[in-house]
């Protein structure tokens, strides 16, 4: 599976925006998928991840502020982003995994990563 994100921008705090991440080969639908982020000088972290079956689950900081979701018939992951922080400031990821996890937050869990886009935030 290929994955390309993009979206990525600039946006005053407060401001949304709407990240994609196209995949192809492989059964996409299936696989579960994820959004990780990775600011500068620090490791890359989980954000949000959805399932198969578009059952969501989000870390917090970005709980009510953060909506995954997946259109199967386009092979296409979404990340909308809204009330945004300059502390969400970080180059974001999207990710795949073709088998079941029970630890979906886990960067390593994924097998297949997309190339990332930046999001910068001002203040």
């Known amino acids: 599976v290929q994955l390309q994100a993009s979206g990525g921008g600039l946006v005053q705090a407060g401001g949304s925006l709407r990240l994609s991440c196209a995949a192809s080969?492989?059964?996409?639908?299936?696989?579960?998928a994820g959004w990780f982020r990775q600011a500068p000088g620090k490791k890359r972290v989980f954000v949000g991840t959805i399932s198969g079956s578009r059952s969501t689950y989000y870390t917090d900081s970005v709980k009510g502020r953060f909506t995954i979701s997946r259109d199967n018939a386009k092979n296409t992951l979404y990340l909308q982003m809204n009330s945004l922080k300059p502390e969400d400031t970080a180059v974001y990821y999207c990710a795949a995994r073709s088998k079941y996890t029970t630890r979906p937050y886990w960067l390593d869990e994924y097998d297949y990563w997309g190339q990332g886009t930046q999001v910068t935030v001002s203040s």
């Open positions: 080969g492989g059964t996409f639908s299936s696989y579960r």
